[in-house]
């Protein structure tokens, strides 16, 4: 029995931790709004010490932050982290790209311009209730690599881009901007052009990140003077 009690106390913990950050990433709660240890406790129906074990994990992530003498916030959005993280996230995925070209089957890329083709009207009719106007394509780029590591180092940031990428698909028109990015990509993986695929797949990256930074100063002027923006260009 004393051998299950830290364990028990581990999964608590962990369920905390999994309930927390998916409400920072839904934006449940939001950047910059305080957490008080008593308001989770009835909001998980937890004790102190999971809830207390989740926030330093989520601290050691950068998803919360301790402030001295006020306690608990969710960390604010800094775009620095946005422009930083986005380089890692088109290197990785241009190289991904770059070497799926040749290794998808036509049957998958076939079966992904199906789909992107019967998103094309949904978009139009209706933006905000698409809810993959191509991401599934990163999934099959990555699927077929074949670089453990790059998809190792991309599960690392994956939940802080999932953030980014709420507040992006949000803005008016970029899910369909989006959408014709996915489909240039796949055009060229179809065309099994490894140089224009990369390209490709490096362009959509840069506009997503744009756009995201636009959208944010735009809320917030005082951003501006964080960080130097520079239109994605066709390399």
């Known amino acids: 029995m004393r051998d299950e009690t830290p364990q028990l106390k581990q999964s608590l913990s962990f369920v905390a931790y999994e309930k927390i950050k998916a409400m920072i990433l839904d934006m449940e709660l939001a950047p910059g709004s305080s957490l008080t240890e008593m308001g989770l406790i009835e909001k998980l129906s937890m004790s102190r010490t999971p809830i207390r074990e989740a926030l330093y994990r989520l601290q050691q ?5 301790l402030a ?37 089957p ?4 076939q079966a992904m311009a199906t789909f992107l083709d019967s998103l094309e009207q949904a978009l139009i009719d209706n933006e905000a209730a ?10 099959l780029i990555f699927a077929y690599a074949n670089n453990h590591f790059i998809n190792n180092m991309m599960t690392v940031y994956l939940d802080r881009l999932r953030l980014f990428h709420v507040l992006a698909s949000s803005l008016p028109g970029r899910k369909r901007q989006s959408w014709r990015e996915h489909r240039d990509v796949l055009n060229a993986l179809l065309a099994r052009d490894e ?8 362009h959509h990256i840069r506009s ?4 995201l930074l636009e959208s944010i100063m735009q809320q917030n002027s005082d951003y501006a003077t964080d960080i130097a923006l520079s239109p994605p260009q066709r390399q």
Do not use: Y
Request: aromatic share 6%.
């Open 130 to 139: 698409v809810s993959d106007p191509g991401d599934s394509l990163h999934d």
């Open 195 to 202: 140089d224009l695929a990369e390209q490709t797949m490096r």
């Open 68 to 104: 001295p003498r006020k306690g608990w916030f969710v960390s604010q959005i800094r775009l620095r982290d946005i422009q930083e993280l986005f380089e890692i996230r088109e290197a990785l995925e241009g190289i991904s790209a770059r070497n799926a070209t040749h290794r998808i």
């Open 61 to 65: 992530e950068r998803f919360v932050e």
């Open 208 to 211: 997503s990140r744009q756009s």
């Open 106 to 109: 036509q049957e998958k890329l």
